[in-house]
C-alpha cells in the first residue's frame, strides 16, 4: 500500500489534472465509484485517487487484464479478475468476503466504458448485503478536477437513491465527455 500511495501522490504532483476530494477512513471499508468511466484513463484516475488517500483498496477488471506478464501486476494493483460469463458468482464472493471480515475499498465503474445501457447494479447490491457505504468518486474533464466526492447510505429505494447518484454526476463529464451515459440502473425501470 506504501508504494501505490507514493505513486499517487508523485502522479498527482506532476499531473495537470487537479485533485479536490473529501476524506474516507482510511481504515474503514466501503465501495468507491469511479464515474463517470467513459475511457481507461478514468480508471486510471480513480487508482490514483484512491492511492493518494491512502486507501486499502481492490478493483475489478475484465479477466483477459490478467493473462500473461501484466496478471502478477495487475494483482499487485488491487485488481480481482472479472469472468463476465457469471458475474453473478463474483459478486456473492465479494459479499462473503466483506461479511468475513476483509476491509478494503472496492473501486467499481458500474458504467463500464462502451456499453450504453446504463449502470450495472453489482455495487448496489454488494453495498445493500453488507451496509457498506457508497462514495462517489468522479472524474470532470470540462474541469479537469477528479476526486472523491460525498460517501452515502443506500436505502433500498432504488430510484431515490439513483435521484442523488445522478445529481452528484449531474455536471460530471468523465474522460470523453462523448461517451458519458446517465446513471440509471436497469431495476428502475422495471
Not at 508523485?10 to 485533485?19: D, H, K, P
Not at 492511492?51 to 494493483?77: C, D, Q, S, T
Not at 468476503?97 to 446504463?118: A, C, K, N
Request: aromatic share 8%; charged share 25%.
Amino acid at each position: 500500500m506504501r508504494v501505490q500511495h507514493a505513486l499517487a501522490r508523485g502522479f498527482w504532483r506532476v499531473s495537470r489534472w487537479s485533485l479536490k476530494t473529501e476524506r474516507v477512513p482510511t481504515d474503514g471499508a466501503g465501495l468507491l465509484i469511479g464515474a463517470p468511466h467513459t475511457s481507461n484513463w478514468d480508471f486510471i484516475l480513480m487508482l490514483a485517487i484512491a492511492g493518494e488517500a491512502g486507501l486499502r483498496y481492490r478493483w475489478l477488471g475484465k479477466n483477459g487484464l490478467f493473462r500473461g506478464i501484466g496478471g502478477p501486476v495487475m494483482r499487485a494493483l488491487g485488481g480481482i479478475p472479472v469472468d463476465r460469463s457469471n458475474p453473478a458468482g463474483l459478486v456473492d464472493e465479494l459479499i462473503a468476503r466483506i461479511q468475513d471480515g476483509d476491509r478494503f475499498y472496492l473501486v467499481v465503474t458500474p458504467e463500464g466504458t462502451r456499453s450504453g445501457q446504463g449502470w450495472k447494479s453489482g455495487f448496489y447490491r454488494i453495498a445493500r448485503a453488507t451496509g457498506l457505504p457508497v462514495t462517489l468518486g468522479y472524474v470532470d474533464r470540462t474541469t479537469m478536477t477528479a476526486g472523491l466526492g460525498p460517501t452515502i447510505e443506500l436505502t433500498g429505494d432504488i430510484p431515490a437513491d439513483m435521484d442523488v447518484v445522478r445529481a452528484f454526476y449531474a455536471d460530471k463529464s468523465g474522460f470523453t465527455p462523448s461517451r458519458r451515459t446517465e446513471p440509471r440502473l436497469r431495476e428502475e425501470s422495471a
